[in-house]
Nanobody, 124 residues
Framework: QVQLVESGGGLVQAGGSLRLSCAASGFTFSSSGMGWFRQAPGKEREFVGFINWSSSNTGYSDSVKGRFTISRDNAENTVYLQMNSLKPEDTAVYYC?????????????????WGQGTQVTVSS
């Protein structure tokens, strides 16, 4: 069955960096688009970014553009989220998700499998 397992979250000071990983199994990772989302307490799930199967196409929300970078290693079935210059407002649970198709979207409804999430807390 499809499994997505995030890791790498934690507590970091503002201005610091974290690298999240998402290990995938149970599907053909190398042909799947992947996305990252986050959800803060009391807020809706928010798009962070996506990457296509070949890493030739990435997209980011305006709130993280220039600070966050998504990459993937198809040999390791893993997608990464490098987060730099972190701000307290980046505090959230971060989720990776598998796209329904090769088409990439910023809508959570376009993703059919989700990981359990990893907590990122940025202190001021």
């Amino acid at each position: 069955q499809v499994q997505l397992v995030e890791s790498g979250g934690g507590l970091v000071q503002a201005g610091g960096s974290l690298r999240l990983s998402c290990a995938a199994s149970g599907f053909t990772f190398s042909s799947s688009g992947m996305g990252w989302f986050r959800q803060a307490p009391g807020k809706e799930r928010e798009f962070v970014g996506f990457i296509n199967w070949s890493s030739s196409n990435t997209g980011y929300s305006d709130s993280v553009k220039g600070r966050f970078t998504i990459s993937r290693d198809n040999a390791e079935n893993t997608v990464y989220l490098q987060m730099n210059s972190l701000k307290p407002e980046d505090t959230a649970v971060y989720y990776c998700a598998k796209s329904r198709s090769a088409f990439l979207s910023d809508s959570p409804s376009w993703y059919n499998y989700w990981g359990q999430g990893t907590q990122v807390t940025v202190s001021s």
